[in-house]
C-alpha cells in the first residue's frame, strides 16, 4: 500500500513569507501528526490532527498552524517566515493517533528559509 | 520531567559487532517506548517497541532491553551489518489522552557498521 506523502519534498522562501505544506496519510489512516527535526532540536511535535479536530498540540508559536480535511489529507502552515524555522518538516500518520498503533511518517518537507 | 535522553551521539561498530544504545528518561508516567530508524533522505521508521511490563523485547537482531527502577531503556542490535548505518532515535509517549500523536524523542546516534 502507498505510504506517507508529503509534497514539496523540497521549499525555499524568504524571511517574512509564508509557506504550506502538505502530507497525504496511508489510506484508512485517520491521524496525522506534524514533527519538526532539526540538528540542534532534535524531532519535536508540533500537533496532531483526527477528524479534522487538532487534539494535541506542541509548544510551537502561533505562527505554526495546521488542518485536516474530510479525506485526512493535512496541511501545516507557517506564517512570517523566520531563519530559525529552517528544518525537516515530518508528517506521520496512524489509525487513530495513540503512539501504540505505531506512526508511519512521510520523507519529509525541507524547508530552507533564506 | 519531559525529556529523554540518548547516547552515545555517534558509534562505529565493525561488521558482526553488537551495536548498544542507551536511553533515559525522567517521567515515571512514560509506558510506551519506541525505538525508530532513519536513513538520510527519509523518514523516521519504526524498529520495535516495549511496554514497562516486559524487561525484554526481541525482534530478529533487535533486542529491547528495559529497566524499569533505573528508568533506563536500551536498543541492542547483534551482528550488525553495514545496511544498519543509520541513525536511530528512542522515543517515549503516555497513554493517556493527551498523548494523541505525540512521541517525546532523544537526541539520535548515529550508528556506522564497517564492513
Known amino acids: 500500500k502507498a505510504g506517507v506523502t508529503q509534497t514539496p519534498r523540497y521549499l525555499i522562501k524568504t524571511r517574512g513569507q509564508q509557506v504550506t505544506l502538505s502530507c497525504s496519510p496511508i489510506?484508512?489512516?485517520?491521524?496525522v501528526s506534524w514533527y519538526q527535526q532539526t540538528p540542534g532540536q532534535g524531532l519535536q511535535f508540533l500537533f496532531e490532527?483526527?477528524?479534522?479536530?487538532?487534539?494535541n498540540k506542541g509548544n510551537f508559536p502561533g505562527r505554526f498552524s495546521g488542518r485536516q480535511f474530510s479525506n485526512s489529507r493535512s496541511e501545516m502552515n507557517v506564517s512570517t517566515l523566520e531563519l530559525g524555522d529552517s528544518a525537516l518538516y515530518l508528517c506521520a500518520s496512524s489509525l487513530y493517533g495513540v503512539p501504540r498503533d505505531g506512526y508511519t511518517f512521510g520523507s519529509g518537507t525541507r524547508l530552507t528559509v533564506v | 520531567q519531559q525529556q529523554v535522553k540518548q547516547s552515545p551521539q555517534s558509534l562505529i561498530v565493525q561488521k558482526g559487532g553488537i551495536s548498544i544504545i542507551n536511553c533515559a528518561y525522567e517521567n515515571t508516567a512514560f509506558d510506551y517506548f519506541p525505538w525508530y530508524q532513519q536513513f538520510p533522505g527519509k523518514g523516521p521508521a519504526l524498529l520495535i517497541a516495549i511496554r514497562p511490563d516486559v524487561s525484554e523485547k526481541k525482534e530478529g537482531r533487535f533486542t529491547i532491553s528495559f529497566n524499569k527502577s533505573a528508568k533506563q531503556f536500551s536498543l541492542h542490535i547483534m551482528d550488525s551489518q553495514p545496511g544498519d548505518s543509520a541513525t536511530y532515535f528512542c522515543?517515549?509517549?503516555?497513554?493517556?489522552?493527551?498523548?494523541?500523536?505525540?512521541?517525546?524523542f532523544g537526541q539520535g546516534t548515529i550508528l556506522t557498521v564497517h564492513p
Open positions: 490532527y483526527f477528524s479534522e479536530t487538532q487534539r
Open positions: 522515543a517515549a509517549s503516555f497513554a493517556g489522552g493527551t498523548s494523541y500523536g505525540k512521541l517525546t
Open positions: 489510506s484508512g489512516h485517520r491521524s
